[in-house]
């Protein structure tokens, strides 16, 4: 063979080495990319996961409320216990108390002055009642009075003092009247299981006492300026949730009037989620009442325009119906977002035992508030001792607080949003 042809024999078995060494170089290279490329897939998947793992579980609270409690001489002399001389209100709550043990809060309106032995107790027109009923609030399981409302104050801005006073004692936060300015300026807020919550209050009036002067922060009157820069305040020092107490409306009428509407939906327009009325001494309607702004979105927030009188010794109609009242809230894990999941109610009435007709009653309790829908129940199984007068009467009372308040709302399964944008 020749040289130049063995040369180039050569010359190709070194080429078809070197595209053999390419071509398994480039495999192993895109193998080992491949890899690389998969572990990377792989890894940002894990951590994905490991992100979706770390959203926190939603935040669920429930509110409990009640309406007035607004103690009547009747109402305090009935609790005085002569051979201790104590005023012990707590019998009055016995069939009630268990709705207050799911509460993560449970809210109500003191609609009377806690003045103190020395100024005498005392019923309408001014109010001083015993200050035991603070604890008896406490211990039934309230953890917020509001103290904003036309009977705040019935013996002046020294009554109102030793109320607040009193209220600390037992333990009982308290939003609506303040002993300083400093005190009216500190918003209430709370955090509950994860939602940061604040609670005001605010009266129509003061039943035409004047406001000291040089005192004006002693209580909230309604004023939307004054509405307002308290829910900016609330929001500034981080509320996720609004709760307002209004102390308003017309006295022994089951409706709103266009006032409570107006401002019910002021206040859902700026950013408060639950509404709480209180003042005229009977129930009307709750809701969730949808705002449209002005650049056509929309707010959306409940509202029960009145809880009636948790208790009382009045007489006029629809004054003795009443509730324990549930507002479920939600807090969106992933998103923050706070939502009403639904409101409902236990119907209670107020129950005067001089009527003779309660064969539970043990002779000393002459008021009682009476869960209406278990005695029904418990008549219709033959079980307990009420007699077919209480269970006419519970029927009766059961009708008349369902068709006042309406339908119990149920939005969880719509996940209706309140935005507090």
Avoid at 249 to 260: F, I, K, L, R, V
Avoid at 306 to 335: D, E, I, P
Wanted: charged letters at 20%; hydrophobic letters at 35%; one cysteine or more.
């Amino acid at each position: 063979m020749s040289k130049r042809k063995r040369f180039n024999y050569v010359k190709l078995i070194v080429v078809i080495l070197i595209i053999a060494i390419l071509s398994f170089g480039t495999y192993d290279v895109v193998k080992k990319l491949s890899l690389r490329i998969n572990q990377n897939i792989f890894q940002d998947a894990d951590a994905q996961l490991e992100v979706d793992s770390k959203i926190p579980d939603d935040s669920v609270i429930n509110i409990v409320a009640i309406g007035d409690t607004l103690c009547h001489s009747q109402n305090f002399k009935d609790a005085y216990d002569s051979s201790t001389g104590v005023y012990d209100f707590s019998p009055m709550f016995k069939y009630v108390a268990k709705y207050f043990e799911n509460a993560t809060v449970a809210i109500g309106n003191l609609e009377a002055t806690l003045a103190g032995p020395s100024r005498g107790y005392s019923g309408y027109p001014t109010f001083n009642t015993p200050e035991h009923l603070a604890i008896d609030l406490k211990e039934l399981g309230l953890d917020v009075m509001t103290t904003a409302n036309n009977h705040t104050l019935d013996l002046g801005f020294t009554g109102l003092v030793s109320t607040l006073n009193y209220l600390d004692e037992a333990g009982l936060k308290h939003t609506g009247s303040a002993r300083t300015q400093e005190e009216q300026d500190t918003m209430l807020i709370e955090d509950l299981d994860g939602i940061k919550t604040a609670f005001l209050a605010f009266t129509y009036g003061t039943n035409g006492i004047p406001v000291p002067s040089g005192k004006e922060y002693c209580v909230n009157l309604i004023d939307k300026t004054l509405i307002k820069s308290k829910i900016d305040q609330a929001k500034a020092e981080g509320a996720e949730l609004i709760v307002v107490s209004m102390h308003w409306g017309d006295e022994y009428h089951t409706e709103p009037n266009a006032t409570q509407e107006d401002l019910a939906s002021f206040l859902i327009e700026n950013g408060v989620q639950v509404i709480l009325g209180c003042h005229p001494h009977v129930l009307e309607p709750m809701q969730m009442k949808t705002v449209t702004l002005e650049d056509g979105t929309t707010k959306t927030g409940f509202v029960i325009y009145s809880m009636g009188n948790f208790f009382s010794a009045q007489t006029f109609a629809n004054t003795r119906n009443t509730l324990v009242l549930n507002v479920q809230v939600r807090k969106n894990g992933a998103s923050g977002e706070i939502s009403i999941d639904n409101a409902t109610y236990t119907p209670v009435y107020v129950y005067d035992n001089n009527s003779g007709n309660n064969p539970n009653a043990n002779g000393t309790d002459r008021y009682e508030l009476l869960d209406i829908e278990n005695i029904i129940a418990e008549y219709e199984a033959g079980t307990g001792n009420w007699n077919q007068t209480m269970y006419n009467l519970a029927k009766t009372e059961l009708d008349r607080t369902v068709k006042i308040l309406g339908p119990e709302i149920y939005n969880n399964t719509e996940n209706l949003a309140v935005s507090m944008q």
